[in-house]
């Protein structure tokens, strides 16, 4: 394997950052995951602009221009013989030495770039069988519409998660609403046929796989509701599911041990799920 770093490919298991990087001491930096599909990048476009936007929001200077980093992006996938999987890739503020205010505005920043094959036939037996989730405290901080790699409250639920049999964590906030899952974005489908998911201005990271998803609900006909809802309603829905670069749409038929609907995969996840790359880009 190869990973880009700082301007190099450079063999996997050699590439490495500097001590110093913002990145390793204050998970000063950002990132975004891509799924590569047939070789190609998936809604490369929108993930470049959530990653300008992330950037901006923490005042770091992109690493290279959009047109350079699709160029890496591509290289990457391309030199790792990616056919089917995903593309990782970070920027940090930069390597100086330790001061929690920014560095030197000279300071480069760091820019990491991976690429790993991944089983479609995986993703395709979690959506037969559909995955179960817990719930847990929404610990993380005020700004996670900004995709950092300041990840820990992720990182604790997602162990949760593993130690209970389940495959996510879906964040409950103060108000026992449910904002989103540690790498996911959370939808139900309601007893009327809605589909319901938290609006991206609060508290939750506008996932891409979300934004499509709207589009492939609207030719589906199938009406959209942008508000909250509840663990409780939740446990009362027709269906769950979850969305994410990573694994498209993966039906919930469990939250917290109880059975969501029948237990079974719905349709409505299904259909969402098989029509996602006619309107992905
Ligand atoms: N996770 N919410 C959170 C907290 C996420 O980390 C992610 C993405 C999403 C879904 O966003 P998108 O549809 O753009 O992937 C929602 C990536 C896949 C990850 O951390 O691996």
Sequence with gaps: RIAYVNGRYVPHRDASVHVEDRGYQFA??????????????IDARLHLDRLDRSLRELRIAPAMSRAALLTVLRE?????????????????????????????AQTAPALVVTA??????????LAES??????????????VDIKSVSLLPNVLAKQQAKEA?????????AAGNVTEGASTNAWIVTSAGALVTRPADS?????????VL??????????VEERAFSRAEALEAREAFISSASGIVLPVVRIDGQAVGDGKVGPVARRLRTRFHDFAE
């Design 76 to 104: 990457t996938v391309r030199r790792n013989r990616v056919r089917d999987g995903l593309v990782y890739m970070q920027v940090t503020r930069g390597a100086a030495r330790r001061d929690h205010a920014f560095p030197a």
């Design 165 to 173: 049999g389940a495959r996510e964590a879906w964040f409950v906030d």
């Design 214 to 223: 709207m589009a492939v609900a609207a030719s589906e006909g199938l009406r």
């Design 116 to 125: 790993r094959a991944a089983d479609p036939a995986q993703g395709a037996r």
């Design 203 to 211: 508290g939750i990271l506008r996932g891409i796989t979300r934004t």
């Design 28 to 41: 000063d930096g950002v990132y975004e995951v891509c799924e590569v599909r047939a070789g190609r990048l």
């Design 130 to 143: 559909g995955i179960a989730v817990i719930t847990v405290p929404d610990t993380r901080w005020a700004r």
